[in-house]
């Protein structure tokens, strides 16, 4: 088919399809979208109304409905022209309506992120896809003709199209069963996003030709093969591997264009499901099998209802390749999807195997209803529509299917929540495993549970990878521990504000903190406290928040007001007291070797704490302008010793190193490091780090130090 279509040949593709549709009603609904879309142009000059058209096509091309066609070529009248979604439900019914309203793009909302605005957007699309997935169908249409004639783009907008294709629509697509859709997607997406990589691969492919006759040669041999075992009627064809399906292969897993064994593949159809798997020993009869490289997809469909046999032979030539074995059914399934159950209603499809098919949509809608962080959201739904999973199995025999990288923990909730909640351990094979294991393909798992109270981990949440399993954990939290939580959420919001140097007048904070509550569309500051303490609330997102806001609070006070937080009590920290800060992990940098009589100075690090200094280290007064440095001191009392290096310059010398070791060691000062070397003037220097208690104690040992016949001079490094 062509980018686009004139609707001359729109109405062939209808006569064509020899499916009985309203043609009347697709005459008035293009008639409208003409005279709406009259004068508009696409980028690529060709009028606008082409590309309602091309996705009408597409659409019957699917098999789709009447209502399907009718809403393709009206999909964009209500945003881009003066039309009104109520003339179109006057002209064509609240079906159509409701599918034009659904695809129409998103009305442009103000949202504080990038990350929001494209969680938004995927899930309402997922909530209009769970009420009526032909919403969807026509979307993925719409995308992938804007996709094919995507050059007269801007090269950015390109990449960034090609990027959401590839990480939402061709994963939907996938989801569906659409392979056509999906794989044409992935193609068009990569050729944008690394034209290099897509170039060599076709080319590979332009220059394997004679592969394409070899397999060939070999579906006719098989055909013949299976008519003498009595397997009659045998469709036989062969297909090649999209060029996405090869770069992930090559780029992804390194492997070279030759150790790709699927590229080429022999594709055998039969009556029914004895058929397959007796044409499977005829084909291990004939070919050596490759070990590990048989998947039985027919007793073990796909997440997407995908079915088929797949096993990779060795050919007598020594070239390998791939025979996919399926009925008529699941030939349809994996053509067309959904989709298929309007292209073949009278076969295989019925409305009891389409609410089958989308479950997954309603379950993950369901599963993201606790999390009130858009960026979370949309890594969780992302993931979720990744291709890549694994089957295990329960003790019982039943498939269990996951993401890959999944753990026996999203194994547990998986089959119940009340069976996650109580887990306390996992067996693989009848061995015992550690918790984070992450479970592959082929695996029989049991689940050990203990008391029904017993409830999850807060760490869990680090270790999980299903949004559904996070979403059952959390709810847990939230629904058992609500005190636990807003105490725990305080306290780590008060830790992080000290952390941040974030002082709100004591007077204003509650109204403050209610407030930002209201931000997250939470109802109380306790609401939010709770929140951050069982995870349905990040605490980097709700701090930038709080900085935004902070800021403009500090713009409005009168300058002579005090900005303090009342203090605890401060606890030291590793010898240390840093001003507004508790039990805090603590460094000595090895810039400067504090040692305590110095003064110094703390640097709040990203994820390690705070660095101390002293306060006249050449890396304060670099830095001396950052809102991270905070006040620190000595604790009155230091009960273990630090590292300090000293420089020791001394005429060179037989013995030299030994009267320094004689000296520390007489003192009881441990040697940590010691290093020398000769200069040209006939002097040493020794660099030696020792363990001391404090200042004084370095003192007297350099004082010492100085004693030593030949010592020149003793420096701290």
Known sequence: ????????????????????YDAQLIDKAYNLANAAHDGQMRRSGEPYITHPVSVAALLIDLGMDTESIIAA???????DTHVPLEEIKQEFGADVAALVDGVTKLTKITFSSVEEQQAENLRKMLLAMSHDVRVMLIKLCDRLHNMRTGDAWPEQKRR???????EVYAPIAHRLGI???KEELEDRSLRYLDPIGYEEITSLLSHNGGAQKFVGNIA???GERLEENNIHGAQMSSRVKSVYGIYRKMYMQNKSFEEIYDIYAVRIILDNVAECYNALGVIHDMYHPIPSRFKDYISTPKPNMYQSLHTTVLGHEGIPFEVQIRTWEMH??????????WKYKAGISSSDRLEERLAWVRQLLESQRESEDAEDLLRNIKSELLPDEVFVFTPKGDVINLPAGATVIDFAYAIHSAVGNRMTGAKVNSRIVPIDHKVQTGEIIEVITGPVNKGPSRDWLKIVTTSEAKNKIRAWFKKERKEENIAEGRAALEKELRRNLVSIPEKQYEAFMEDMAKRQRL????????ALGYGGLQMSKLMLKIKEEYAKLIRTQDPTETFEIPIKKQKSSDGVIIEGLDNCLVKFSKCCNPLPGDEIIGFITRGFGV????CDCVNVRAAENSPRWVKARWADTVQENFKSTLEIVALDRQALFADVSTALATMRVPILSLMGRQTTDGRATLSITVSVANIDHLSNVITKLKKIKDVISISRS
């Open 1 to 20: 088919m062509a980018d686009y279509l004139t609707y001359e040949d729109l109405k062939k593709y209808i006569a064509e399809s020899n499916r009985a």
């Open 332 to 341: 349809q399934t994996a053509e067309y999807g959904v989709a298929a159950h």
């Open 523 to 530: 109802n109380s500051a306790e609401e939010m406290y709770a």
């Open 611 to 614: 660095s101390i200094h002293k």
């Open 73 to 79: 070529l009206l999909h964009d009248v209500v945003e």
């Open 160 to 166: 960034d199209k090609a990027l959401e294709t590839m």
């Open 179 to 181: 392979s056509g859709i």
């Open 220 to 222: 006719a041999l098989i």
